[in-house]
């Protein structure tokens, strides 16, 4: 099932994609998607419902984030072995846990805001994991059981500010819009599996990441159980896997950061397309 949020922004109702590709509305159903309403036992009754009974939304609405909120947005750092080389950084021996502030959560198709004073404007492809179960020391063999749904995710970044300003990366990486999320989420029983999905990033049109997560050091199961080891996620929290080489801060000699005018499209396979365009 497709899962989306549709309409104004500040406005946004819950809907899903139907086998034509039409917005049907499921407001009558279920609310707006953050938190309880992405858990399982909420996705089973919504798949339940025979869709094509739903009312068809005419038009081109805007389709906003995928969710309203999340109680926490975590991210995995230097999680794919030729991006870790060519940041320069050491392969980690567990994941690498980070934040992102829930703020910068963003639609699919909106803008990226330069922030004030930035300039090392970074871009990064992700698989995207949405819990629909509480998880608290969890196995890997049962981690995946704990998946609500799979999307697209750009984890986008301010270099200079993530690496340059003291404390934690969450600094570069959570300035407004800088968490595009969507265009949909998928539900876990459309992804057979989530390390063997095509993940891509293009700029002005030209290819800077490809790869797959079949090349993440730390599958989404290993994830998922490692972190539960030290807090308990929360239904509704999600995940940003990590992101493959081709990012703007190891491009050789001279990075070529984002400005004002660019267009990024990001994509994980079968989990739909973004394109943002950045803002000065």
């Known amino acids: 099932m497709k899962l989306l949020r549709y309409g104004p922004k500040g406005q946004e109702k819950p809907g899903c994609l139907d086998a034509d590709g039409n917005i049907r509305d499921l407001s009558e159903h279920t609310g707006d998607f953050a938190g309880s309403t992405v858990s399982l036992e909420n996705i089973k009754t919504l798949k339940s419902i025979d869709i094509t009974?739903?009312?068809?939304?005419?038009?081109?609405?805007?389709i906003g984030c995928a969710l309203a909120d999340v109680p926490n947005f975590y991210c995995?750092?230097?999680n794919y072995a030729k991006h870790a080389a060519e940041t320069g950084s050491t392969l980690p021996t567990e994941?690498?846990?980070?934040?992102?502030a829930t703020s910068a959560l963003n639609g699919p198709y909106d803008f990226i805001q330069i922030p004030?004073?930035?300039?090392?404007?970074?871009?990064?492809?992700?698989?995207?994991?949405?819990i629909g179960k509480e998880a608290s020391y969890v196995s890997e063999d049962e981690a995946l059981s704990h998946v609500a749904a799979y999307?697209?995710?750009?984890?986008?970044?301010?270099?200079?500010?993530?690496?340059?300003?003291?404390g934690q990366w969450v600094k570069g990486?959570?300035?407004?819009t800088f968490a595009p999320v969507g265009p949909y989420l998928i539900t876990a029983d459309k992804v057979k599996d989530p390390q063997n999905l095509g993940v891509t990033c293009a700029v002005n049109g030209q290819m800077r990441q490809s790869s797959n997560t079949s090349d993440m050091i730390f599958t989404v199961a290993e994830i998922?159980?490692?972190?539960?080891?030290?807090?308990?996620?929360?239904?509704?929290?999600?995940?940003a896997t990590g992101?493959?080489?081709?990012?703007?801060?190891?491009?050789?000699?001279?990075?070529?950061?984002?400005?004002?005018?660019?267009?990024v499209e990001t994509e994980v396979q079968g989990l739909g397309k973004q394109r943002l365009t950045v803002q000065g």
Do not use: H
Not at 247 to 257: E, H, I, L, R, S
């Open 53 to 62: 009974t739903l009312p068809v939304i005419s038009g081109d609405p805007r």
């Open 76 to 78: 995995i750092g230097l």
């Open 95 to 100: 994941p690498l846990v980070f934040n992102k």
């Open 116 to 130: 004030q004073g930035s300039t090392c404007l970074d871009w990064e492809v992700e698989l995207g994991v949405i």
């Open 151 to 166: 999307c697209t995710l750009n984890d986008v970044s301010e270099r200079e500010f993530q690496k340059s300003r003291g």
């Open 173 to 176: 990486k959570s300035a407004p």
């Open 224 to 239: 998922i159980s490692n972190m539960s080891q030290y807090f308990t996620l929360r239904v509704g929290d999600i995940i």
């Open 243 to 263: 992101t493959p080489e081709g990012v703007a801060m190891g491009m050789k000699p001279t990075p070529c950061f984002l400005q004002a005018g660019d267009i």
